[in-house]
């Protein structure tokens, strides 16, 4: 998984990249680490809550791109888990996705990094939808998403 993360690091401007269970927690992180592992897990419970809410909307999705002033973050759905690319604003999004994609593939295929995933796969996305998992925004936005 390490080599893999790192060759979605070699793309140009892709500054790290990251797979988190659907409770946040860091499974592999690109080396070196794009971000501190508290960030990485805020970023990643926010992504799981974003596709959970999406699920329970009736629309799902395995993929989002969030756009912000200096960076983007791409998240790529794996079932148990997911996967958190951090890179610059004008990063090739076609061939990242193109790149994850591939990736994804290879991995579905590997049945260690199957068990790898799996083993914390114990948290559904959708526990992270509760009121105490979320600040008064996210909770009345997720409430609004959910009427």
């Known amino acids: 998984m390490e080599?893999?993360?790192q060759q979605i690091c070699a793309l140009e401007n892709v500054g790290g990249a990251f797979v988190c269970d659907n409770a946040g927690e860091l499974v592999v992180s690109s080396s070196p680490p794009v971000l501190a592992t508290i960030?990485?897990?805020?970023?990643?419970?926010?992504?799981?809550?974003?596709l959970a809410a999406m699920d329970r909307s009736r629309k799902p999705?395995?993929?989002g791109e969030f756009t912000y002033d200096t960076w983007r973050l791409f998240v790529r759905d794996l079932g148990p888990?997911?996967?958190l690319v951090v890179c610059h604003p004008n990063v090739?999004?076609?061939?990242?996705?193109?790149?994850?994609?591939?990736?994804?593939?290879?991995?579905?295929?590997?049945n260690n990094i199957q068990?790898?995933?799996?083993k914390r796969a114990n948290l559904a996305r959708k526990d992270l939808l509760t009121e105490a998992h979320m600040d008064d925004v996210a909770w009345h936005s997720y409430q609004l998403?959910?009427?």
């Open 92 to 110: 090739d999004m076609a061939t990242l996705r193109m790149t994850v994609d591939m990736t994804i593939v290879r991995w579905r295929k590997d």
């Open 145 to 147: 998403l959910g009427a």
């Open 39 to 50: 960030a990485m897990g805020e970023m990643s419970r926010a992504a799981a809550q974003t």
């Open 3 to 5: 080599r893999d993360l």
């Open 81 to 83: 888990a997911m996967i």
């Open 61 to 63: 999705v395995d993929r």
């Open 115 to 118: 068990k790898r995933l799996s």
